[in-house]
């Protein structure tokens, strides 16, 4: 059976049906992913007025109620946006189109802007895409659980008389994160960072409803999960996956994951792994779905998400 990212399905978008539809296209898309309700048809942020003036030279709005000024992208997470219309959207595309994501680097490279502009945009997708996730609700029905760790690798020593066993807390740098996920079988996938493993227990019972059945692997912290829930183990030392219990699906994450990790960011942990995170989780929940449903996906978030607090002006900070 042929894989579903290799059938035509999956290819409903192209980076070259961007580029040739234009600007004003491009512009009437945004219009329509902003305002939805009114089939495109600008209506005031400030005061919520229908009735604007429009000002096409400089593609901005006036408000006639409150008389501000604004544009399409004004208060949304694209706020103050130096890209054109038209690389806004291939950014989205170029963005969806990665299985197991796209770095900031190749984002620059075929957009032709700075790696700051890339990396930052990349950054205001995945924050779009973190809405989504904090707005699900409790899990219901069968949930797998799991942690896996991630960043603060120490490089053993050239000797080795002078290597020491990192498995220690002494020898480590204190950098080590871990990932929980909790995947609800055919709903959303909820991922959170902590310092260890044993954090994801508060975490199920905070998000998955009581009753519950929970699979989760052998390790002993998740015994706790046994008295609100109806627990399944697995024991990965004798089988990946039995009749009565199974955390595939929380393993597939990791998997995708650890290959953007490896293979596309190199470096996915520190303050940042949590939205890496929750990008995985969205591409897992919707890898059934074509690239052009997908990049409509983050575009429609993207401009209801407010503007960001946490890019907005980013290298002016870090500066």
Same mark, same amino acid.
């Given at each position: ?22 600007? *004003?296209? &491009? ?10 309700? !009114?089939?495109g048809e600008a209506v005031c942020p400030s005061c919520g007025c229908t009735e ?31 890209? +054109?219309?038209? *690389? ?7 963005? #969806? ?5 796209? +770095? ?12 700051? !502009? &890339? ?20 899990? !219901? ?28 807390? #002494? ?9 929980i996920v909790m995947r609800e079988r055919g709903g959303d996938t909820l991922t ?27 390790? +002993?912290?998740? *015994? ?27 393993? +597939? ?67």
């Amino acid at each position: 059976m042929q894989h579903f990212l290799l059938s035509a399905a999956a290819r409903s978008i192209s980076l070259k049906a961007v580029f040739k539809m234009g600007e *004003d296209k &491009a512009y009437e898309t945004f219009c329509q992913l902003r305002w939805p309700e !009114t089939e495109g048809e600008a209506v005031c942020p400030s005061c919520g007025c229908t009735e604007v003036y429009n000002i096409t030279t400089r593609r901005r709005f006036k408000c006639v109620a409150c008389h501000k000024q604004f544009s399409v992208t004004s208060g949304t997470i694209f706020a103050s946006r130096k890209l +054109s219309f038209t *690389d806004l959207l291939a950014a989205i595309v170029i963005f #969806v189109n990665g299985a197991k994501g796209v +770095s900031a680097l190749q984002v620059s490279r075929d957009l032709d802007v700075q790696y700051k !502009t &890339a990396f930052v945009l990349s950054h205001k997708l995945r924050e779009a895409m973190a809405r989504e996730q904090a707005e699900a609700g409790k899990l !219901t029905g069968v949930v797998e659980t799991d942690g896996a760790y991630f960043g603060g690798y120490v490089k053993p020593a050239n000797r080795k008389a002078d290597r020491k066993d990192r498995r220690f807390l #002494v020898n480590q740098n204190g950098k080590r994160q871990s990932v929980i996920v909790m995947r609800e079988r055919g709903g959303d996938t909820l991922t959170f960072v902590g310092k260890s493993e044993a954090a994801g227990v508060a975490l199920v019972r905070q998000h998955v409803e009581a009753g519950a059945v929970v699979h989760a692997d052998e390790a +002993s912290h998740w *015994d706790a999960l046994h008295g609100a829930f109806d627990a399944r183990r697995i024991n990965h030392s004798e089988a990946y996956s039995t009749a009565d219990a199974c955390t595939n699906q929380a393993e +597939s994450f990791f998997s995708r994951l650890r290959r953007a990790e490896i293979g596309t960011h190199h470096h996915v942990a520190g303050p940042y792994l949590a939205a890496y995170a929750t990008e995985m989780a969205w591409r897992e929940d919707n890898r059934r779905v074509s690239n052009g449903g997908q990049a409509a996906m983050v575009a429609e978030a993207a401009m209801a998400a407010p503007q960001s607090r946490a890019w907005a002006g980013y290298w002016q900070r870090e500066a």
